[in-house]
T-cell receptor
Framework: EAQVTQNPRYLITVTGKKLTVTCSQNMNHEYMSWYRQDPGLGLRQIYY???????DKGDVPEGYKVSRKEKRNFPLILESPSPNQTSLYFCASSLSEQGGLNGYTFGSGTRLTVV | GESVGLHLPTLSVQEGDNSIINCAYSNSASDYFIWYKQESGKGPQFIID?????DKRQGQRVTVLLNKTVKHLSLQIAATQPGDSAVYFCAEITFSGSARQLTFGSGTQLTVLP
């Protein structure tokens, strides 16, 4: 089944403790992206990657890092999480930057709470 | 700044009626628009898209209309069903050379009444 898989689904952590949220897609998509979703603010892009070893900042990149060492994986790294990073995170992929024939495929989300 | 917004945060319709969800955008240079559906506890799911050189596109029970004159996008759902209850987002994509900007609206909660 074609899908984007995020892990974990839920995570509660403490301020300053480094964490990684993994994202993997099995569709051989070139384009991958991370979003955070907050009430009243919709989906905001954190980082995106157009292909292996090519990443760029989205609208809200502060406090996050990403890497794209291989096509299928695009982990989101929070080196020193803070409470304002408490949010619902989504990973998405598409065949091309334009969204391909079916737009972006989203993962099921990661609910992160930083206390 | 550029923004994508929705006129109404909530919409309730009777089962079987048609639903219309609206979206206003301010960037006239946007190239591509997408509608997503997000059910509770799930990630956004692609519904339909439309390129900026089109006025209308139809899918299964859904139609997207694009009015570039007034920068307005709408999603029409025919014969709304209980399974259509969800939050609906519009998103716009703007390309400029190698750069791109993807902006989502804040969403409209559609509730289908029995």
């Amino acid at each position: 089944e074609a899908q984007v898989t995020q892990n974990p689904r839920y995570l509660i952590t403490v301020t300053g403790k480094k964490l990684t949220v993994t994202c993997s897609q099995n569709m051989n998509h070139e384009y991958m992206s991370w979003y955070r979703q907050d009430p009243g603010l919709g989906l905001r892009q954190i980082y995106y990657s157009m292909n292996v070893e090519v990443t760029d900042k989205g609208d809200v990149p502060e406090g996050y890092k990403v890497s794209r060492k291989e096509k299928r994986n695009f982990p989101l790294i929070l080196e020193s999480p803070s409470p304002n990073q408490t949010s619902l995170y989504f990973c998405a992929s598409s065949l091309s930057e334009q969204g391909g024939l079916n737009g972006y495929t989203f993962g099921s989300g990661t609910r992160l709470t930083v206390v | 700044g550029e923004s994508v917004g929705l006129h109404l945060p909530t919409l309730s319709v009777q089962e079987g009626d048609n639903s219309i969800i609206n979206c206003a955008y301010s960037n006239s240079a946007s190239d591509y628009f997408i509608w997503y559906k997000q059910e509770s506890g799930k990630g956004p799911q692609f519904i339909i898209d439309i390129r900026s050189n089109m006025d209308k596109r139809q899918g299964q029970r859904v139609t997207v209309l694009l009015n570039k004159t007034v920068k307005h996008l709408s999603l029409q759902i025919a014969a709304t069903q209980p399974g259509d209850s969800a939050v609906y987002f519009c998103a716009e994509i703007t390309f400029s050379g190698s750069a791109r900007q993807l902006t989502f609206g804040s969403g409209t909660q559609l509730t289908v009444l029995p």
